[in-house]
């Protein structure tokens, strides 16, 4: 089937919510890697995210390019097309966009996006974040509301940003001095963050609040999580605007994390979960692995020849796509999302 529509994609996210389950959100920077997490959507029949970062775009457009619109643009037409032959849905989405690359990278996308809708299309994109996490949250939803507005009117979902994920990722979030309290979203932010975001008429959108998540890996009980933040602001949105009123939240900063605080936050509404850096390392260990153990053969050493079939980068690639699809089951076991896509109902 095609990547998700609209309507397709609203009834994944109110699926993961009520039934307490979650997509893996997989960021990719090549028709390899996207081939590989579309691989192991299909082997699992589970619907996923397959999402793209400016670092990642700027990657896919080659060094002879470094165009970051353009390499966003060419993964997702590949996912479009490769997507249309496989039985599950996914959706397509940019990662961690900060304010100084709205102009340049988000809204491009976005016309993009209204350009093909006009000719019956769907949209290039059928999410975006915006990582203004770094304003303070009035400037934040100053920004995004506006965004959103314009979103609405293609079908599009926006991710937002309050509360800083620490680490790094292709520039985005926090640095190592980032004050504790930043780390951790505060349950009236939530409220300020759902009443401006509900101004938008039909609006939908995710919430990245964090609670001590950060990018990277980090060994055992390096990183503090405090999942139950997410309960209090759901809590306090219900308290202020009713029982109906929920967020649809993204747990960023998702590899390395323990598997009881991947279950916890389930329960507090956590629909999407990132997860790059472990997804980069499955990839890269049997690359490596290549290497070492074919020397003689990816090297022409002491004169000699090599072995064509070890130095062929397909050799080596399939490697690291068969094990980054791995890593991408294993994400869609432990968010219980495996046999749950609507395409299988």
């Given at each position: 089937?095609?990547?998700a529509?609209?309507?397709?994609?609203?009834?994944?996210?109110?699926?993961?919510?009520?039934?307490?389950f979650?997509?893996?959100?997989?960021?990719?920077?090549?028709?390899?890697?996207?081939?590989?997490?579309?691989?192991?959507?299909?082997?699992?029949?589970?619907?996923g995210?397959i999402?793209?970062?400016?670092?990642?775009?700027?990657?896919?457009?080659?060094?002879?390019?470094?165009d970051?619109?353009?390499?966003?643009?060419?993964?997702a037409?590949h996912i479009?097309?490769?997507?249309?032959?496989?039985?599950?849905?996914?959706?397509?989405?940019?990662?961690?966009?900060?304010?100084?690359?709205?102009?340049?990278?988000?809204?491009?996308?976005?016309?993009?996006?209204?350009?093909?809708?006009?000719?019956?299309?769907?949209?290039?994109?059928?999410?975006?974040?915006?990582?203004?996490?770094?304003?303070?949250?009035k400037?934040?939803?100053?920004?995004?509301?506006?965004?959103?507005?314009?979103m609405?009117?293609?079908?599009q979902?926006l991710?937002?940003?309050?509360?800083?994920?620490g680490?790094?990722?292709?520039?985005?979030?926090?640095?190592?001095?980032?004050?504790?309290?930043?780390?951790?979203?505060?349950?009236?932010?939530?409220?300020?963050?759902?009443?401006?975001?509900?101004?938008?008429?039909?609006?939908?959108?995710?919430?990245?609040a964090?609670?001590?998540?950060?990018?990277?890996?980090?060994?055992p009980?390096?990183?503090?999580?405090?999942?139950?933040?997410?309960?209090?602001?759901?809590d306090?949105?219900?308290?202020?605007?009713?029982?109906d009123?929920?967020?649809?939240?993204?747990?960023?900063?998702?590899?390395?994390s323990?598997k009881h605080?991947?279950?916890?936050?389930?329960?507090?509404?956590?629909?999407?979960?990132?997860?790059?850096?472990?997804?980069?390392?499955?990839?890269?260990?049997?690359?490596?692995?290549?290497?070492?153990?074919?020397?003689?053969?990816?090297?022409?050493?002491?004169?000699?020849?090599?072995?064509?079939?070890t130095?062929?980068?397909?050799?080596?690639?399939?490697?690291?796509e068969?094990a980054?699809?791995?890593?991408?089951?294993?994400?869609?076991?432990?968010l219980?999302a495996?046999?749950?896509?609507?395409?299988?109902?």
């Amino acid at each position: 089937m095609p990547v998700a529509d609209y309507a397709t994609y609203v009834k994944m996210l109110d699926n993961a919510y009520q039934n307490n389950f979650a997509y893996p959100a997989i960021n990719v920077s090549s028709m390899v890697t996207a081939n590989a997490a579309l691989k192991a959507f299909a082997d699992l029949k589970s619907d996923g995210i397959i999402q793209v970062s400016t670092g990642g775009g700027k990657f896919a457009s080659g060094l002879v390019n470094g165009d970051m619109v353009m390499g966003a643009i060419s993964l997702a037409e590949h996912i479009h097309r490769v997507a249309a032959k496989l039985d599950v849905n996914v959706a397509i989405h940019t990662d961690h966009c900060q304010p100084g690359n709205v102009d340049d990278f988000l809204i491009p996308l976005i016309e993009e996006s209204e350009r093909r809708v006009a000719e019956g299309k769907l949209p290039l994109y059928q999410s975006h974040m915006l990582d203004a996490s770094i304003l303070p949250v009035k400037e934040n939803m100053d920004l995004a509301v506006p965004l959103l507005e314009r979103m609405t009117k293609i079908g599009q979902i926006l991710e937002v940003e309050a509360g800083v994920v620490g680490g790094e990722e292709d520039g985005a979030a926090g640095s190592d001095d980032m004050p504790d309290e930043m780390l951790y979203t505060t349950p009236e932010d939530m409220v300020y963050v759902y009443e401006r975001l509900s101004e938008v008429e039909g609006g939908r959108y995710m919430f990245a609040a964090t609670f001590g998540n950060v990018h990277g890996a980090y060994k055992p009980g390096a990183v503090k999580l405090k999942p139950g933040i997410l309960k209090e602001g759901q809590d306090a949105i219900k308290a202020k605007f009713g029982e109906d009123a929920y967020f649809w939240l993204v747990f960023h900063g998702g590899s390395g994390s323990e598997k009881h605080e991947i279950e916890e936050t389930l329960g507090y509404g956590v629909v999407k979960m990132n997860v790059d850096t472990d997804c980069q390392y499955a990839f890269t260990r049997p690359v490596a692995a290549h290497m070492f153990q074919n020397y003689d053969g990816v090297l022409k050493i002491d004169g000699e020849v090599g072995a064509k079939k070890t130095y062929d980068p397909r050799a080596y690639l399939k490697k690291g796509e068969e094990a980054m699809a791995e890593r991408v089951k294993e994400a869609c076991e432990d968010l219980h999302a495996v046999g749950k896509t609507l395409g299988s109902a």
